[in-house]
């Protein structure tokens, strides 16, 4: 049977373009009055997404 993984304070996509992307932190809420800008993080290499990790070090040995 399979059960969907609830994921608390996962990263989360904001936007993207031809030369990057850019995600919203875990436990960061843009769509405030007190949003910064460091509550994205840009992304212009490949990387692997876990859901509270970026791994920019070229693909994982294993899965």
Known sequence: MLQLES???PYS???YD???AK???PNHNIHTN???DDDL???STTTVIY???LE???PPSVF
């Open 7 to 9: 994921i608390d304070n």
């Open 13 to 15: 996509f904001h936007s």
């Open 18 to 20: 031809e030369h990057s």
């Open 23 to 25: 995600l919203i932190k």
């Open 34 to 36: 007190h949003s910064i």
């Open 41 to 43: 993080i840009e992304i």
């Open 51 to 53: 859901k509270d990790l």
């Open 56 to 58: 920019s070090n070229g």
